[in-house]
């Protein structure tokens, strides 16, 4: 049975330390009770049908299955299940890919604790939370054309320092096709060249290269 007294919390980060922390800045308030602690989304997914919180605070970067692939099987499951990414991540195509997934809120972890506690209550009172730094980098996403899988998995290779000649052999692509990838890549960043492009994908959060 859920309290009709306190908002129950699940917290999922793979640091300890980070938890911990949560915990105490929580806990604080009366009205919120910390009900499970989870490093990894598979625990993540146990532990809300065992624990079925009001909220969760989800980190994007998890060892295993991500935040974005944690929330999507929590929604798929409980689709009344209110997520809210909490992490260091803020690139736009992150923030895009966290909405898409069905979270009601995206905060970074440098968030006040006065401003974590006031999310938490507007969300379990049924609003979203998304920040205006937030709002603006997925608006502007919106904005920007979509790369498809072909130049995603050319784009990884180029911010590895890849060849044009060694991407084709990884993907087993003709060279002329890699090419043709890498001139469409070039325009839909508004990059001059491959290291330009390699860049303003891992600031926008296109790729992650650990």
């Known amino acids: 049975m859920k309290s009709a007294l306190k908002i129950r919390v699940m917290l999922v980060d793979d640091h300890f330390v980070v938890r911990a922390g949560l915990v105490g800045a929580l806990t604080l308030d009366a009205e919120i009770e910390v009900v499970a602690e989870c490093d990894c989304g598979e625990d ?5 049908r065992k624990r079925r919180p009001d909220l969760v605070l989800m980190d994007w970067r998890l060892p295993g ?11 798929r499951e409980f689709p009344e299940a ?21 979270v009601v809120g995206y905060l970074p972890k440098t968030v006040s604790r006065k401003e974590l506690l006031a999310a938490i209550r507007a969300v379990h009172g049924g609003e979203k939370c998304f920040p205006p730094a937030i709002a603006a980098k997925l608006e502007q996403r919106n904005r920007r054309p979509a790369l498809n899988d ?41 990059a001059a060249d491959r290291t330009q492009a390699a860049t303003a994908a891992i600031q926008r959060g296109i790729i992650h290269l650990d």
Do not use: P
Request: charged share 25%.
């Open 150 to 190: 072909r130049e995603l998995a050319v784009l990884q290779r180029i911010a590895r320092g890849r060849s044009n000649k060694e991407i084709a052999a990884d993907l087993d692509f003709a060279e002329v096709t890699v090419k043709f990838h890498v001139g469409n890549l070039l325009e839909k960043l508004g």
């Open 65 to 75: 299955i991500s935040g974005v692939e944690a929330t999507a099987a929590i929604l």
């Open 44 to 48: 993540a997914i146990a532990a809300y």
């Open 82 to 102: 209110r997520i809210v990414s909490l992490t260091a991540t803020e690139g736009e195509e992150d923030i895009h890919r966290a909405v898409k997934a069905g």
